[in-house]
């Protein structure tokens, strides 16, 4: 279970200090997913970057399971995005000179998965989201939108984390591939049994997640 | 794929900019390398010169240098009690003459020119050959032929004219021999068809010809080498020696051994040290070691700062990567180490390109810095072939001419061999040599370079907060 109590974050911005995430309190099942909405500019990539722990909170806790996350060290830090989470960003950050396959393996690399390991589980992957054949060799800039977030997607999954944390992950896709890329997440979430949280800005996808979280000037306003 | 592979990759991710990387850091390779090389060469040779040249000490008749001059020559007895002094090594010791046409059937392959002629106007016919009424006419004059006495043959840098021996053929006399043998300069053996095992005359007694040797110079090819005893004998001047050179064991020792045989020999003779010349020599070296040190310092520094500038600029473009690799899960050092990998990578393949650049110009690059280096110094000096070369009057032999003729002073020329044709030989005579040791130097400190400069670069973005990262692209 994912347990956010009081979280807050702030910054010294140009015209003084900036409450992004204003005392934020929430829980989150295994296997649930959970949308988090809110207008541009509200906190929710910052919410989320706290919970990837891609930064640490000004103040409250996260915990997940029974650690807590904010008060880990550094190297403690690296081993709980390498085994724990899972990343899908909206511009899909594939390394550009690695082909779909190596993009899926690398985290498996940083998480220390045996060599021999790495690429029947990539393939099985990469053969799940639909990137199959001579796709799995090709780089990020001979595939389209859509195929990439796919490999974000198996990238995201390499090392089955509890929880997958995606930004926008349907915000460069147009509508369709947009509903597949969305399909593809809840269904790979209930087959893995991974926690998934996305952030959104699209009410029509965070209609149909388990949970939805309304976060308005940093603040949790609403969840249903 | 592991941090080297992915490394190694990202150095080929950009061709164009890898190539330009590599041409440019190659270029700067290879000039230190070539300095690193330049600096070895001038080194070696200072040091050549401290423990070949510096430790010698020149022995002459007082007032007497080569054909020059007037005195009484030095003689054997003279010369014994030097040997007996401390720290001495070896005494080279060699008597002079020339043979006329009344002395051998040998012709001087020195011709006689317009220098010699004037010569020869300006102080009558001397020792060389007049042909005719006693009326000197110069057109009728013939050079006489040198010959030198010495019991070490190969050692012509203490001769007038200098020069390396180098034995075209035949064998070299011992140094104890007394036999009527010579080594003939090729110059000589080419004008009188001569060739091992041929003979001539000289002093009345049938030489045989038992080597041809090169000296490097016109000058001394014209020379005819002679056992001592030899000479001393024929010439009927026994124990008499004209020039000595003394080696003292060490360098350190010349100045006393200088005095000690100044106080043996008293006022019978000039005795003058080396270590003023090696020290020109050692001076000049020093001023070309000067330059490559200050122009090895600015490539290493150039080198370092295009390495550190590149691999700036390449982590800094890949801000995003290092965010979304951090988020995935990669330590620290991974991302560094992949980002040195890469570092090194370019540096290896600059390192070849400056390797071979080095190859092949380390050596002119070397000799272009002593050329400037003797063009703007003042010990410079290039001889008319034949006439007046460092012996004074030994080409055309005019001082003795002069000074049989009585015919007054003439001109004094710049004396010895020994003296500014060998600061100009240590100077020149310097070949940057590629030793492999160096090279491995130069590559481990160009790696190493890349190591802290790469470092450097990607651990100051390596360290921020990925999500910092992330939000600022």
Same mark, same amino acid.
């Given at each position: 279970m994912l347990k956010v109590d009081k979280l807050s974050k702030s910054f010294n911005g140009a015209a003084g200090k %900036?409450?992004?995430?204003?005392g934020v309190s929430m829980q989150v099942l295994d296997g649930q997913f959970v949308s988090v909405v809110g207008r541009s500019g509200s906190g929710k990539t910052t919410l989320l970057s706290l919970l990837g722990a891609l930064e640490k909170p000004t103040s409250g806790s996260i915990k997940v399971g029974n650690q807590d996350?904010? %008060? =880990?060290?550094d190297r403690a830090l690296i081993k709980y995005r390498a085994k724990q989470i899972g990343f899908i960003f909206q511009s899909y950050?594939?390394?550009? $000179? =690695?082909?779909a396959l190596e993009n899926v393996m690398l985290p498996m690399e940083f998480a220390k998965i045996p060599k021999d390991q790495r690429q029947p589980r990539a393939e099985e992957l990469l053969n799940q989201v639909g990137i199959t054949d001579d796709k799995q060799l090709r780089?990020?800039?001979?595939?389209?939108g859509g195929e990439q977030q796919r490999v974000a997607i198996a990238r995201a999954l390499a090392n089955k984390p509890q929880l997958i944390l995606a930004d926008e992950?349907?915000? $460069? =896709?147009?509508s369709q591939n947009g509903k597949i890329i969305f399909g593809l997440l809840h269904q790979l979430a209930k087959k893995e049994n991974t926690t998934i949280i996305v952030v959104t800005h699209d009410l029509s996808i965070a209609g149909k997640t388990d949970k939805t979280f309304r976060i308005q000037d940093g603040k949790l306003a609403s969840s249903k | 794929m592991n941090v080297i592979s992915r490394g190694v990759r990202n150095a080929f991710r950009n061709n164009i900019r890898t190539l330009s990387v590599v041409v440019i850091l190659g270029l700067s390779i290879a000039l230190a390398l070539s300095m690193l090389l330049a600096h070895q060469a001038v080194n070696k040779k200072i040091e050549n010169i401290k423990s070949s040249e510096g430790n010698t000490i020149t022995v002459s008749?007082? *007032? &007497?240098r080569g054909f020059q001059g007037g005195g009484n020559p030095l003689t054997q007895t003279q010369l014994n009690g030097v040997s007996?002094?401390?720290? &001495?090594?070896t005494i080279e010791e060699s008597l002079n003459d020339r043979l006329t046409s009344s002395d051998t059937n040998l012709q001087s392959s020195v011709q006689l020119g317009q220098l010699g002629q004037r010569f020869a106007t300006n102080f @009558? *016919?001397?020792s060389g050959t007049i042909s005719g009424n006693s009326s000197f006419n110069p057109a009728d004059f013939t050079p006489p032929v040198t010959v030198l006495g010495s019991?070490?043959? #190969?050692?012509?840098?203490?001769?007038? *004219?200098g020069g390396t021996f180098t034995l075209k053929s035949g064998a070299v006399f011992s140094s104890t021999s007394s036999d009527d043998v010579a080594l003939v300069g090729t110059a000589l053996a080419s004008k009188n068809n001569l060739s091992v095992g041929s003979t001539f005359t000289a002093y009345n007694t049938t030489i045989k010809v038992v080597g041809i040797f090169s000296s490097g110079n016109d000058f001394s090819n014209g020379l005819l080498v002679m056992p001592l005893k030899t000479l001393q004998t024929l010439s009927s001047?026994?124990?008499?020696?004209?020039s000595a050179v003394v080696t003292v064991d060490s360098v350190s020792n010349v100045n006393s051994v200088t005095s000690a045989v100044k106080s043996k020999l008293g006022s019978a003779a000039d005795v003058t040290s080396s270590v003023d010349q090696a020290q020109t020599s050692i001076d000049s070296l020093n001023s070309i070691k000067n330059i490559s040190v200050y122009s090895l310092i600015g490539a290493v520094v150039a080198g370092a700062v295009i390495i550190f500038l590149v691999m700036l600029m390449i982590v800094r473009e890949r801000r995003r990567e290092i965010g979304v690799f951090k988020a995935i899960g990669a330590s620290n050092v991974k991302i560094v180490s992949q980002f040195m990998v890469e570092a090194v990578t370019l540096t290896i393949l600059a390192a070849v390109v400056g390797i071979l650049i080095s190859l092949a110009a380390a050596d002119p690059i070397t000799r272009t810095l002593v050329n400037n280096s003797t063009n703007s110094g003042s010990t410079s000096s290039v001889q008319t072939p034949g006439f007046g #070369?460092? *012996?004074?009057?030994?080409? @055309?032999?005019f001082a003795r001419l002069r000074q049989q003729a009585g015919t007054g002073n003439g001109p004094t020329f710049v004396s010895s061999g020994s003296g500014i044709g060998r600061v100009r030989n240590n100077i020149t005579n310097i070949h940057a040599v590629v030793s492999w040791n160096i090279v491995l130097y130069g590559l481990g400190a160009a790696i190493l370079i890349a190591l802290v400069g790469s470092g450097i670069a990607s651990w100051s973005i390596a360290k921020v907060r990925p999500a910092e990262v992330l939000r600022t692209e």
């Open positions: %900036v409450i992004a995430v204003d996350i904010t %008060v =880990l060290g950050n594939l390394v550009p $000179n =690695l082909t780089k990020p800039t001979r595939l389209s992950p349907t915000g $460069n =896709l147009d | 008749p007082a *007032g &007497v007996n002094l401390a720290h &001495v090594d @009558g *016919g001397g019991n070490n043959p #190969t050692d012509l840098a203490n001769t007038q *004219g001047q026994p124990g008499d020696i004209t #070369t460092s *012996g004074g009057a030994g080409g @055309g032999g």
